[in-house]
């Protein structure tokens, strides 16, 4: 069975990467898609975070790394994709989630459900915002996401 992880993974962090882990070992095929959403002002464009998806998930032979505009519905009926797999950190989280699932599910006409994955709980308080934020100030992010990943966001902030 196949799945698709969708996500804006600017930047990726160790959250994210605990969930593809995860996903990765309970579908066959896990592609992990990066939104190019047009409205939001990104730190990494859609090539340089397919870049970085594609160095972290290197190791993982299941994991296919891609990217999307438009409606993950249609996304996933081209690529012929039934599950969409969500990380969770808190209850925030999961209303937001659960009626997005819900409208995926009703435009897809029932071809497309979601399923949760609660992040672990080392990751519970990580989010790429967060990250994003620190970095800006100038605080350490390595224990938020890889180090060629800390790497890549100290040049985008001139730190490096």
Do not use: W
């Amino acid at each position: 069975m196949k799945a698709v992880y969708p996500g804006s993974f600017d930047p990726m962090t160790y959250g994210h990467m605990d969930i593809i882990k995860r996903a990765s070992e309970i579908f066959d095929e896990l592609t992990v898609s990066v939104l190019n959403n047009v409205s939001k002002k990104a730190l990494f464009s859609v090539e340089e975070r397919v870049a970085i998806l594609k160095e972290a998930t290197k190791d993982m032979p299941n994991v296919r790394i891609d990217s999307f505009s438009g409606l993950l519905i249609d996304y996933a009926k081209a690529n012929d994709i039934h599950v969409v797999v969500r990380g969770l950190r808190a209850i925030t989280d999961f209303e937001y989630e659960l009626q997005t699932a819900q409208t995926n599910r009703m435009l897809s006409k029932g071809a497309v459900d979601t399923m949760f994955l609660t992040t672990s709980l080392e990751y519970a308080y990580l989010s790429s915002s967060s990250v994003k934020e620190i970095a800006a100030f100038g605080g350490d992010i390595s224990p938020c996401v890889p180090n060629f990943v800390a790497d890549l966001i100290n040049v985008k902030y001139n730190r490096a």
